[in-house]
């Protein structure tokens, strides 16, 4: 009889975790859409640029600088969207540690939260003053401490 009970208990507890896994995917795709669609959501931000300045979390803005550089090389007309996006493919194939499970979208939506770029309405990307100020703060040399 006891081994009735821990068949049934054991059967239940498969179905539950069956129906978890269920859920977690319908909402894993559902945010993919949302994401896909570019419908405004509210952003989880982990990460702020001012803390791009101090020297405990600037390890954490390293991934951007390169592409801040080449967004910078196109002034103010900015960068063409598709150009940017062929550089963090090759950078993403490059580095997949790094990026991986981030998409082209969730990545410049987080340097223009950051207030490092905007988006032009004619499908550019352009550095902001603080984007050019965040450049030459993390590419001066800093003095070595003695």
Excluded at 21 to 34: F, G, I, N, P
């Amino acid at each position: 009889m006891p081994v009735l009970f821990l068949t049934l208990a054991a059967f239940i507890f498969f179905v539950l975790v069956l129906i978890a896994l269920s859920v977690a995917q319908l909402a894993e795709r559902k945010e993919e859409r949302r994401l896909f669609l570019r419908i405004p959501g509210k952003p989880f931000t982990v990460i702020c640029v001012a803390q791009a300045f101090e020297e405990d979390s600037a390890i954490l803005w390293e991934t951007q600088v390169p592409a801040l550089q080449q967004i910078a090389t196109g002034g103010t007309r900015g960068l063409p969207v598709t150009k940017l996006r062929r550089f963090f493919s090759g950078t993403a194939r490059q580095y997949p540690e790094l990026y991986e499970g981030v998409y082209f979208e969730q990545w410049v939506r987080f340097l223009e939260e950051a207030e490092l770029i905007i988006i032009a309405p004619d499908e550019k990307i352009v550095i902001t003053p603080q984007g050019l100020e965040f450049l030459k703060f993390r590419l001066t040399p800093k003095p070595i401490a003695a």
